[in-house]
């Protein structure tokens, strides 16, 4: 007998026919009761660094512009984006003003641009010459097809981390290293077994294959994309495949550098403390959390540019983002756009939040404040704020894709394969590697063309 619904599980993905069912459910619950009116307009934010610094800077925007008030609200990640996504599909009653992170944000990006549930802020962006203020790299997760949907609230600039008390013990002049050629050769006699019982227990680089936020900085770093200027998968990059055979000599092998930490987070920290890795990856925001979380690292360790993969390369990543966005159909848009550049203008808001999480401003205007300048006693001393916005500019463009989330776990598993592959052949050279490389990739890029192509929403080469 003939399935009746083949034809409508051929053309809906299981994420579309989630959110259709959503948008049904959210449609009649809005249709069954009477929203009740709030004063002014709402704010959800899902950070709770950030919700706790706008908790003494809000009062005051609240009193200044009493036509403008805000209530804001904290809401869980996944609560929010179940919230978001139903209500931009349903018409359900949202927030007017939203602070979101990158993979949340690109849910709305599914469909043509008019159906975009968040309000296109190109034009005021140019308009107001507040466009011109911003770190450009920063917007590319906000955008698609040329527009502009959110502000960005970050830069995220990664840099190296090392455990300078281990690397000056040992004499060892960082300022050699510019390539990450030249960081294995120079940091190569910290590898070792340090307690005498035959393995190696201290490694140069937190790295693994499992690890996939770390292999996305690295391959950002490297200059890969997911996908080409016209929006295309281009998962299987010949370029890409080279990248997975590097990494992979890496982490498999006689000549292996680099190693994994526990799951576990306080073995995590334990380890880290214990100076089982060298050196780490560490984006600004990540270097809050190593100062709120281990304190007893203060002084023992230093930041450095990532060294680039061939001379003269860049020497930082990206990891991570938010934006605050606006509700495109909340009757208060032109009190929101007032609001939110507001938000992200204010200097005292600017220096709360990289006060209490290390985190920069992607406002030009900004980086001249002399907070970013102070020297930081965690980091040695070291001008930590300056240091990150020096690598600002040059941070690697980010997809707005909804897909590259699938891309990116589909580029990780490819990883694990080629990583199993080598150590189950024996096989370790980089060269010899990269056919099995550009094999996985072509079949992962086939999964991901495919699932692209199952979005009934989606027109061909608006993806990105």
Not at 37 to 62: C, I, Q
Not at 161 to 168: I, P
């Amino acid at each position: 007998m003939r399935d009746p619904f083949s034809s409508i599980r051929r053309v809906l993905s299981p994420g579309a026919a989630t959110v259709i069912l959503l948008a049904v459910v959210s449609s009649v619950l809005v249709w069954r009761i009477t929203p009740s009116d709030r004063e002014g307009m709402l704010f959800w934010v899902f950070a709770s660094t950030h919700y706790e610094t706008y908790l003494n800077t809000l009062p005051k925007w609240n009193q200044e512009n009493p036509d403008k008030k805000v209530q804001m609200h904290i809401l869980n990640g996944q609560v929010l984006e179940r919230r978001m996504v139903s209500g931009f599909f349903s018409g359900t009653p949202l927030a007017d003003v939203f602070e979101i992170e990158r993979g949340l944000a690109s849910r709305a990006f599914t469909g043509p641009l008019e159906d975009v549930g968040f309000l296109d802020v190109t034009d005021r962006m140019r308009e107001s010459g507040f466009i011109e203020q911003i770190n450009e790299p920063s917007f590319s997760p906000w955008m698609t097809r040329g527009r502009i949907f959110g502000i960005p609230h970050d830069v995220h600039p990664v840099l190296l981390a090392y455990r300078s008390d281990l690397v000056e013990e040992a004499g060892i002049d960082v300022s050699q290293i510019e390539t990450w050629d030249d960081f294995y050769r120079v940091m190569r006699p910290l590898q070792k077994d340090t307690n005498g019982d035959g393995r190696v227990d201290r490694w140069l680089l937190h790295a693994w294959d499992t690890d996939n936020e770390v292999t996305q900085i690295l391959f950002y770093q490297a200059g890969g994309s997911y996908f080409d200027d016209e929006g295309e998968a281009q998962l299987n990059h010949p370029d890409h495949a080279a990248f997975l055979a590097r990494l992979t000599t890496w982490i498999a092998g006689p000549e292996r550098r680099a190693t994994d930490l526990a799951v576990n987070a306080v073995m995590s920290l334990k380890q880290r403390l214990d100076g089982v890795v060298v050196a780490t990856l560490l984006a600004d925001w990540a270097a809050g959390g190593w100062k709120l979380n281990m304190p007893g690292l203060e002084g023992k360790v230093k930041l450095m540019p990532i060294p680039a993969w061939e001379p003269g390369g860049r020497r930082t990543s990206v990891q991570g983002g938010t934006m605050i966005g606006i509700n495109r159909n909340s009757p208060h848009t032109e009190k929101a756009w007032e609001f939110a550049k507001n938000l992200y203008l204010s200097e005292e808001n600017t220096e709360a939040i990289f006060r209490k999480s290390s985190i920069i401003s992607p406002i030009k205007t900004m980086w001249s404040l002399p907070f970013y300048d102070e020297p930081d006693p965690y980091f040695s001393g070291q001008k930590m704020g300056r240091m990150y916005i020096e690598q600002a500019p040059y941070v690697p463009l980010r997809p707005s894709s909804p897909y590259a989330n699938m891309a990116q776990q589909f580029l990780g598993n490819a990883l694990m394969s080629l990583r199993a592959y080598a150590d189950g052949n024996g096989i370790h050279d980089q060269e010899q590697l990269v056919p099995e490389a550009q094999r996985l990739l072509d079949k992962a890029q086939l999964r991901l063309q495919r699932e692209i192509g199952r979005n009934m929403f989606l027109a061909k080469g608006e993806e990105s």
